[in-house]
């Protein structure tokens, strides 16, 4: 186990699932981990959970990553209360069978699978010192994605597996330019796919719809702690030190599609990024 002590993390999506799993590791390193949580009283479960019969130190923090004002209030409020970020963990992942809409009218998958962690990772970089680490929780789906520039919302023709592979395709793009752009700064940047794993993110949690599937296929897929092992690695292990811009599965640096290394498309995804998220 690595020693995290005295080092600060935020994990999005940390009340349940593999953010969950990310925040239990983490904190049993040694770390402060704050708990970006979308509902305080789901975060505050996964707090109990966390802390019943064991010491440690995390802090829930509410913030909607579909809503561009509450991931400024939430980045305000770190950098008031927290001298630096070490590590952050782009957990948390939304996917939808319908279509829906943020906040700020941006497509549900692509607004909160990217824009909102490249808001998010944006605003908290000036609190990153050197050695620190980013990590975007990507997935295989990547490679039947692409990034549709003429339609980023996906008015005209959606469907689920459209939308979830253009997020997951700009995770890892999000991820090799960022690396590009913070080369020198000694900070990294790496993304991984974490396999299937059994997670309520495809559950609708007002509706329940998706929990008798998820139910029954539970026993072939991952549990949570085995899908955040990789994010894990990737968040404590020196032998990753000094890798940036990869796409890990299962510790080890995999292939990702051909789309995902375009630097042009990398870079046009970037700079669309900053400005949708202007708005």
Avoid: W
Wanted: proline residues 2%; glycine residues 10%.
């Amino acid at each position: 186990m690595s020693d995290l002590k005295d080092k600060i993390v935020v994990v999005t999506g940390a009340n349940s699932g593999m953010g969950m799993a990310t925040v239990e590791a983490l904190s049993d390193m040694g770390a402060t981990v704050i708990m970006l949580c979308r509902s305080e009283e789901r975060g505050k479960k996964a707090v109990a959970a966390l802390t019943e019969g064991k010491e440690r130190k995390l802090d829930l923090m509410i913030c909607d990553l579909g809503d561009f004002a509450s991931i400024r209030s939430f980045a305000q409020s770190v950098k008031e209360k927290y001298p630096r970020v070490d590590i952050l963990v782009n957990n948390a992942g939304f996917i939808s069978l319908d279509r829906q809409e943020t906040k700020d009218g941006i497509e549900r998958q692509f607004g909160i699978n990217h824009l909102g962690h490249f808001l998010l990772t944006t605003l908290l970089l000036d609190r990153m010192p050197a050695g620190s680490r980013i990590i975007n929780v990507a997935s295989g789906a990547h490679k039947v994605g692409r990034i549709h520039f003429d339609d980023i919302n996906l008015r005209r023709g959606y469907n689920v597996v459209t939308a979830y592979s253009q997020s997951k395709l700009a995770n890892v793009l999000f991820t090799r330019e960022l690396a590009v752009r913070l080369k020198g700064r000694g900070i990294t940047v790496n993304c991984c796919h974490p396999g299937a794993v059994a997670t309520n993110m495809g559950v609708d949690r007002e509706t329940g719809f998706g929990k008798t599937i998820t139910g029954l296929l539970r026993p072939f897929f991952l549990t949570p702690a085995e899908g955040a092992a990789t994010a894990i690695y990737l968040a404590s292990d020196e032998a990753v030190s000094h890798i940036s811009g990869g796409y890990f599965y299962k510790c080890r640096i995999t292939g990702s599609s051909k789309r995902s290394k375009s630097r042009r498309t990398a870079r046009k995804l970037f700079e669309l990024s900053e400005e949708m998220v202007r708005k």
